[in-house]
């Protein structure tokens, strides 16, 4: 290639990468694999590292973070970047409305307001020339802000070149850069194993993350933005409301909130707050409380502003899912491998509508990290279904009363001396279950759904079991008989008093008399026994899971199912067959291999399968037959998981590819088929668009259970 074709190719090469961003990010709809993006990218790279000069500002290789910036620079901002004035109730929401009402001389009912989500995240304003990205500032005190246009250039849903029609000579649009649970999630994973800085919660990350003056640190980050305001527009006449507008930016490429909605009337707004605050555990991001703006501009212009708010918008806030408390205890449990958890005890405080009293401290690093001591007063973050966190210890507040947290050498069930594992952050009790903390999770695991699905054998009877010196291991179970049960149901509950009895399957009995509880007992004990007998021909795969070795979660245990024909030959398998099953590695392989050579596992596994004829459990698993797995409905389908599902994502993933389907992330008439959890959006309307065939969890569910695998 002479200069000319390679200035032509790099011309080329950056128009088609714009292009297949913008596919990806805004339509959902990639038009190249993945590789395709890479190959061209790379070759973008090797070719502006020969020609320096040929590389522009709005390069799709900027994404990887430019030249270390000495100090964030700063910018003045054209129109000042305002805040948000806040309601916190219906009252003041009310008031909100009517006030608009009268400022604008009209009926309450006849405002159009445009209602989105207060997204938890930094403000950020952005400004394209000519369809070019050419700034991006904070807000900083919103007269003068940071500029950080080389660190927003690497966040991926950002378009560094505006797509679509009629592109505007200037634009500058605000919004919100913020950082998705999972991002945060993996972002603090690396941070705990590198013993580099824990985030306390996902907008200080992101705030952290923008703001660094290494923008390749911001691109190894993983941040997504929201456009909520079109500030100013040349060169393209608007559309007369905000929501049209917001449209307009979303054509040229700039993503927007899907549930933006747009409505009428007090009661709207408030359906709306309602609806999205019982979203809020569910959503992959975290948000503070919904916004409304008045949708038409004009309007907008004629309320104006008070100091530093518009008055044509208001913020309806959320509870806070950070409160202060007192940290009272620490507790150590121990769970069913042994490691020793440190809980922490707090003063009961009510975060986003939940009590809460406990709070995880995961392990030794932790609390020396967060330098706890008890009696610290500490900030708790209760954000989705996440347990609560203790995310800082506010020091100012320490009155010299505080003591140390010491943590036990011994174990505080058995009182085995504890081992720390090296290379991990774990202390575990070695005292297996001969150890009785140990013992109860794991009688409690191998009867729960997802394993051997004895209903009914719950937490409080399990512990009776145990303690009564009638269950020593997950053999014994089958071994009781129903009276046994009746009687261990019935004394476990005070003689003469009335009281409220919550049963195994979660019904409360209220002032229950003696006579009662007996009846109940004998029923309880009945469903248990029939239960468990019912369950003697589990799949396979149920019974590895069951056994609770280290690793070997549900997806796991199908895999090795559908490897292994029989428990026989898994408990014959060498290391190296172990590893041949998918996803399966060294670690995991000498943990399964081990687990089967141990003498008391193995005497156990052999009374579990053992016929009741001959005093045994008579447990006979069956086996997964390929062919079942083949005959499934995702063999060899390409399929997009989207919304909330009540399992981890990962491993419905994972469970999917062991079916032979190939789990991709977007939307493309390629895809077969769309599993759609709760509050599924944009992709689940393109699926609808494109006709492919919808599945929700519970047919998800159905048709796993088809076969035998549970979800
Ligand atoms: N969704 C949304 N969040 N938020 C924050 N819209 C919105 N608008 C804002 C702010 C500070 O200010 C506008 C008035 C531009």
Redesign the pocket.
Known sequence: MDYEQIKQRVEELNKLLHQYAYHYYSLDDPLVPDSEYDKLFKELEALEKEYPELKKESSPTMRVGGEIISELEPVTHRTPM???DNVFNRDELSAFVNRTATGLGKNEEDIEYCA????DGL?LSIIYENGILVRAATRGDGKIGEMVTAQVKTIGNIPLVLQGENIPTYLEV?G?VFMLHKDFDALNEYARVHKTKIFANPRNAAAGSLRQKDPKITAKRGLTFNC??VIECEGVPLPETHYERLLLARSWGLPINPLIKVGKGVNFLQNYHDDILTKRDSLPYDIDGV?FKVNNIKSQQELGFISRS?KF?IAHKFPAQEELTKLLAVDFQVGRTGVVTPVARLEPVRISGVLVSNATLHNKDEIKRLGAKIGDVVSVRRAGDVIPQIVRVIEERRDGSECEILFPVICPVCGSPLEQIPEEAAIRCPGGLSCKAQLIESINHYVSRDAMDIRGLGDTIVNALIRANIVKSINDIYHIDEATLASLILSDIPQNEEKELVLEDETLVKSVTKKKVRTLGKVNAKKIIASRDNNLNPPLNKLIFALGIRDVGVSTAFSLAKKFASIDLLMNASIAELMSVDDIGIVSSEHIYNFFKDEHNKAVIADLLRPLSEGGCGISPKTLVQNEVRDSIFEGKTIVLTGTLSKDRSEVKELLQNLGAKVTGSVSKATDIVIAGANAGSKLQKATTYGITIMDEDKLIEELAKLNIPL
């Open positions: 305002l805040s948000l989105e989500l207060k997204l403000a605000r919100e909520y305001f916004v518009p918008a």
